[in-house]
């Protein structure tokens, strides 16, 4: 069945306290209304609409960049979700087929239950749900198999506050007979507002068909009111994406503590360490390890590499092969080719390791190339800011980088060179050439002794 999906996201979500619109605010690094907007579109919308409101600029902007095909309508004031979904009749008028009517913090919906409720044959069709501590939700007050009405919590008398099953926001509609019902709702009631599930009360009347649905898995529906339902949103949402990799092939130890956001993607027999933080577009290959408390953020990791603990990788692309941390810091722009390897304490930024190129620990490499098969020596450093600008450093193949060596950029050194150790490199290191840039050493024998003996002699 064809349908039309609008999605109300008008409201201030005061029960936030917060300055940003309730429906912007992230489970697993994506909005709310990201969650509700994909499942509506992978159930098969025809068409989104999203009701804006509260700050409806940021709300426009964020729809803009992730779905410019969305449209929005604007709801000035916030007096309720019937007159919400009144917004929308421009739109909607001429349509023949079903609406489906969305909350937009109901981040957990399932384009199953969507697709479902477009199917249902009826006039309204609503979704409802049987959960054991029902506080806040319209309650749902029935006579057998039908519905009288729906009661919001504030309205309700402490009889009714007892019933279990509820109302989820999420409802289909003939749209002509919902835009016609709902110019006959009031607001008479407790908060002043035209309450949406009041159009019931209008189908029942005229004699269309209302027919209740309940929901498979009451934490699909969940509305999420205030930050505490939002952590409660996200450890169900976070076990559902760990569920799904699983079952997959990724092996998953101490899966509870697992942060994996839903655009990752991570390939059969890689196994991962939680504690964990995988965020963003990240892109994980197969059979790799992932040790604990990482962070990997917007990367793409090859096959068969290793990522041990502590390690913080972000805008990274590592090929398949390459070694990483423990304790390392791979900042954005950073490039392994395969078999490259950065060890213990090693931040990197903009800088790109041809295959075999390896810096084993304690080094900063920022803004450089380094050639195939060369090797960092321990504490070097790529001086590449001079406190105005940013310059590059240019290393070879096969060039063996000595411990502790400084890298004065903007600075070349050719293929197959060395630096000795200590080594503060200012200018250019042609091919094949041995580099010393340190002060050269003076041995003063026998002075140690006299220098004790000085010592000595002052304390008496
Ligand atoms: C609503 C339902 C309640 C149901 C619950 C399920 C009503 C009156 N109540 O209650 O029966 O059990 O959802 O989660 O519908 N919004 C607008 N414009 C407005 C008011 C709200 O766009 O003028 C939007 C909000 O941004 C939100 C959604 O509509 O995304 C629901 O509003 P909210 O205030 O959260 O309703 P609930 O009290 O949760
Ligand atoms: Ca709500």
Known sequence: MSFKAVILAAGKGTRFKSDLPKVLHKILGKPMLWYVVKAAKKAGAEEIIVVVGHKKEQVEEFLKLEFPEVKTVYQEQQLGTGHAVMCAEELLKDYNKKIVVLNGDTPLVEPEEIKRLAEVDGDMVVLTGEINDPTG????????????????EKDATEEEKKIKEVNTGIYSFDPKKLFEALKEIDNNNAQGEYYLPD????????????VPVVVKNFSTVMGVNNRYELSKAEKVLQERIVKALQLSGVTIHNPKSAYIEPEVEIGTDTEIFAPIYIKGKTKIGKGCYLGAFSEIVDSTIGDKTKVESHSWIKGTVLEPETSVGPFAK?????YLESSAKLGTFVETKNAYLERG??????????????????????????CNY?????????????????SNTLFIAP??????????????ITSDVPENTLAVGRAKQLNYEGKAERIREKARRKKK
């Open 137 to 152: 939700y319209g309650r749902v007050i029935r006579d057998g198999r039908e519905i009288l009405k729906i009661v919001e």
């Open 330 to 334: 791979l900042r954005p722009g950073t």
């Open 199 to 210: 159009v019931l009360k209008v189908f029942k009347c005229k004699g269309w068909k209302v």
């Open 411 to 424: 600075v070349k050194v050719g293929n197959n060179s060395i630096t000795a150790a200590g080594s503060v």
């Open 386 to 402: 001079d406190g105005f600008n940013k310059w590059k450093t240019e290393i070879g193949k096969n060039v063996f980088v000595g």
């Open 357 to 382: 190129a390896k810096a084993n620990h304690l080094t900063y490499l920022g803004d450089c190339r380094i050639g195939e098969n060369t090797n960092i020596g321990a504490g070097t450093i790529t």
